[in-house]
């Protein structure tokens, strides 16, 4: 069973950086792997993904020119570098994996089936 574990969340200010980090342990030979969240009230979404052979992105149009996803395949770890933070971007981000077809819905969190804890990303003014 893969479980995920994600760190790197805390607390910036508007304009800041925050990198999260995602590492897979045990056998993930899911297709992809993404990153979402969920703020308070709201509904979790998704944020960015990536294909775990190939390097295929895919981002939010909340997430473009400000985050980016990448992968380490000999660490298991996908991490998501966030630059120019909003304090909209405010939430618990969570990682994910799954088998998504390309082409698929690979920002729907309900395309995914092993999540991490979720890690808290607070942004103010």
């Known amino acids: 069973q893969v479980q995920l574990v994600e760190s790197g969340g805390g607390s910036v200010q508007a304009g800041g950086s925050l990198r999260l980090s995602c590492a897979a342990s045990g056998d993930n030979s899911r297709m992809c792997m993404g990153w979402f969240r969920q703020a308070p009230g709201k509904k979790r979404e998704g944020v960015a993904s990536i294909y775990t052979s190939g390097d295929s992105t895919y981002y939010a149009d909340s997430a473009k020119g400000r985050f980016t996803i990448s992968q380490d395949n000999h660490k298991n770890t996908v991490y998501l570098q966030m630059n120019s933070l909003k304090p909209e971007d405010t939430a618990i981000y969570s990682c994910?994996?799954?088998?998504?077809?390309?082409?698929?819905?690979?920002?729907?969190?309900?395309?995914?089936?092993?999540w991490g804890q979720g890690t808290q990303v607070t942004v103010s003014n």
């Open positions: 994910a994996t799954g088998g998504v077809v390309e082409g698929g819905p690979i920002l729907n969190p309900l395309a995914y089936g092993i």
